[in-house]
């Protein structure tokens, strides 16, 4: 949309955009959070930074088009946006130090099939030497016959293992799992 139009129509795709969100949640512990991002989320995603940086101009607005398109799943995949979340910035500074590796650590489950660990930081390296970031972005790879249980109705769960932090949900919640299977092809 343009800022015009954008600027008028705001509140009411940011509402629907929240609650598409909603569904696309996975909380792993206390302190780690996984967005699971669809062409909706993205779109929103570029349209509040072309709001924020006053983009109107083709070629910036291409270049953030560029920028978010390997976000958005392409039919066999998932494509998370992976949360670490500390309130006080003490705890925050040694978990981020402790944490090097966890995005290697995160992992989906489709019931009767083997964990698909993520495929992490495409874009660019997130940590270094002595932290990792607090964001990260995941993707994980899907084989047609997981495809197919989750489409059927098929159990998902979702973890992590890392020496410093361990989480898993054994069940997404039906609503979830469902929003997800809507980005998979047959």
């Known amino acids: 949309m343009s800022l015009e139009t954008y600027a008028r129509e705001r509140l009411k795709f940011r509402a629907r955009v929240m609650e598409h969100k909603r569904h696309r949640y996975v909380l792993l512990g206390r302190n780690v959070t996984l967005t699971f991002e669809d062409e909706l989320t993205i779109r929103y995603q570029i349209q509040e ?33 992976m949360l670490i979340e500390y309130v006080d910035q003490q705890e925050r500074i040694v978990m981020l130090e402790k944490l090097i590796g966890i995005e290697d650590g995160v992992w989906i489950q489709v019931q009767n099939c083997a964990r698909v660990y993520a495929i992490a930081d495409e874009d660019l390296a997130r940590e270094n030497e002595v932290k990792t970031a607090a964001v990260h972005f995941l993707r994980f790879e899907l084989e047609a016959p997981m495809i197919r249980a989750l489409k059927a109705g098929s159990i998902l769960a979702v973890g992590i293992d890392h020496p410093h ?3 898993h949900v054994q069940a997404v919640n039906v609503a979830t799992a469902a929003s997800l299977a809507q980005d998979l092809k047959p």
């Open 49 to 81: 930074m072309l709001r924020v940086e006053r983009i109107f101009e083709e070629e910036g607005i291409a270049a953030e088009l560029e920028a978010y398109a390997p976000l958005v799943p392409d039919g066999s995949n998932w494509k998370a946006t």
């Open 165 to 167: 932090y361990t989480a």
